[in-house]
Structure formats: C-alpha cells, structure tokens
C-alpha cells in the first residue's frame, strides 16, 4: 500500500497514525491509557529518528474508538503534550481492528 512511519520534509516531521501495540512485545494492552502511552513511545521514537523530539509538535489528531474511553485517556495526553499544547483534533472512529482503542498521528516542526 506505500507506507512510511514518518515523513521528514525540510523543518518537517510527518509522523503516521500510531496504535497502542508495545512493539518490543507486539502485544496490545488493553486500557486505552496503557495505550496511548505506547503511542507516544512510539511517536517520541519516531521523532528522535528524524531529528525532533516530542517538543516539536505542532499538531496531532486523536482518533479513539468510543467517546466512553475519552476522560481514561486525556490524563495521557496532557501527560505528553499539556506543556507543548499543540493544535489538535479528536475524532470519534472505528479503527481496524478491534483490539485497537486509540490511534495518534503527529506533525512536527523545527526552524
């Protein structure tokens, strides 16, 4: 299908939508914050590969499956990013495949 985990174009970092799964493991967890802090585990790696960090971003969008998981979720985020304060968007979606709860993609800047 033509895919890259990041995109990274001048000043910019594209980084893809990012799911819950540990990698190291390939497991997924099953809360939706245990979820969405392997996001982030994930985008900072990505990040750090491209030459930014997670200070960087300058939008990201939120696609979570059930509206009902939103408040278990939003500790991570400010968590993670409360201190950057990106623009944002969060979309209430199905994702594909049932185990998932939460996807995060990110874009990143630096001058």
Excluded: H
Excluded at 33 to 41: K, P, S, T, W
Excluded at 102 to 110: C, D, N, S
Aim: hydrophobic fraction near 50%; charged fraction near 20%.
């Amino acid at each position: 299908m033509g895919y890259s985990r990041a995109v990274v174009k001048g000043g910019w970092c594209f980084v893809s939508g990012v799911t819950g799964y540990d990698y190291a493991t390939m497991t997924m967890p099953d809360s939706i914050a245990d979820q969405g802090r392997n996001c982030f585990a994930t985008i900072a790696g990505v990040l750090a590969q491209g030459g930014f960090e997670m200070a960087d971003i300058v939008r990201v969008q939120y696609t979570v499956t059930d509206v009902a998981l939103v408040d278990e979720l939003v500790p991570v985020l400010g968590a993670a990013l409360s201190g950057i304060r990106p623009a944002a968007t969060m979309v209430i979606a199905g994702l594909i495949r049932p185990e998932m709860k939460v996807e995060i993609e990110v874009t990143a800047f630096k001058e």
